[in-house]
C-alpha cells in the first residue's frame, strides 16, 4: 500500500479563512451607507484601481485619493480609513486551529493572500498572526496577485517545501484549482467542520 506523503507546510488565505474579508463589496457597501457616497460610483472607481493597489503598488491614501476623495467631503480621510480598519474580525476558531496544527505537527504557516499593504499590516498586527505565520507571500510584497500562479511558486521558494509536501486552505474556489494545478494539496473552505474532516483525511487531526 503506498504511504501517504506527509504534510509539513499550511499555505493560508487570511479573508475568509482566519478573518473576515478587509475590504469586500459587503464592506463598500456599509462604507458608502454610513458616508453617504454614491455606490455605484465607487465601486467603478475601486475596480478601475484596486489590483494596483492591492499590488503595493499605491498607498492607501493614493487609493482612497482616486476612489473617494478625488472630490470634497464632510468628513477627512483618516475617518474613512478607521472604517475600514474597523470591518475586519477573526474567525477565533480558524486561529485556534491553525496554532494547533503548527504545535502538533511542527507545521510552517505560510499566508498566500491578496491585500493591500496598510490593511495587511493592521490586521497582521490586530489580531496577532504573526505569532503563528512564518511568512507574509501578499501580494502587496511580492507584487503579484491571486489568480496568477506565480504568488504560488513564489510561496514554495520561500517556504522551501516541495508542492507535494503543502496543504493549502482557501476559500474561493479557482484559486484552489490554480494551487491545485501546480501539485499543492488544497482544501476549498465553507466552514470550521468541513475543513477539520478535510485535514484530518490529510493525516493532519485536530485537537478535540
Known amino acids: 500500500m503506498k504511504r501517504a506523503i506527509p504534510v509539513t ?48 503598488k499605491l498607498t492607501l491614501e493614493e487609493y482612497l485619493n482616486r476612489v473617494v476623495f478625488y472630490e470634497e467631503r464632510p468628513f477627512t480621510p483618516a475617518q474613512f480609513r478607521e472604517f475600514i480598519f474597523a470591518q475586519s474580525k477573526p474567525y477565533p476558531k480558524m486561529i485556534d486551529l491553525v496554532r494547533q496544527l503548527k504545535t502538533k505537527y511542527r507545521l510552517k504557516i505560510v499566508v498566500v493572500n491578496n491585500e493591500a499593504r496598510e490593511l495587511n499590516s493592521h490586521r497582521i498586527r ?36 516541495p508542492a507535494q509536501k503543502v496543504v493549502y486552505i482557501e476559500n474561493t474556489s479557482m484559486f484552489v484549482r490554480i494551487a491545485e494545478g501546480l501539485g499543492i494539496r488544497s482544501i476549498l473552505h465553507t466552514d470550521f467542520k468541513s475543513t477539520c474532516a478535510e485535514l484530518s483525511a490529510l493525516g493532519l487531526r485536530t485537537i478535540p
Open 9 to 56: 507546510t499550511l499555505f493560508l488565505d487570511v479573508g475568509g479563512v482566519l478573518l473576515t474579508d478587509g475590504w469586500d463589496h459587503h464592506a463598500r457597501k456599509r462604507a458608502a451607507m454610513n458616508f453617504n457616497l454614491e455606490l455605484a460610483e465607487m465601486e467603478d472607481r475601486h475596480h478601475l484601481t484596486f489590483d494596483t493597489y492591492e499590488e503595493g
Open 126 to 161: 490586530k489580531f496577532k498572526l504573526d505569532e503563528f505565520v512564518d511568512s507574509f507571500i501578499s501580494s502587496c510584497f511580492v507584487h503579484v496577485r491571486k489568480p496568477d500562479p506565480d504568488i504560488f511558486r513564489f510561496a514554495l521558494d520561500i517556504a522551501q517545501a
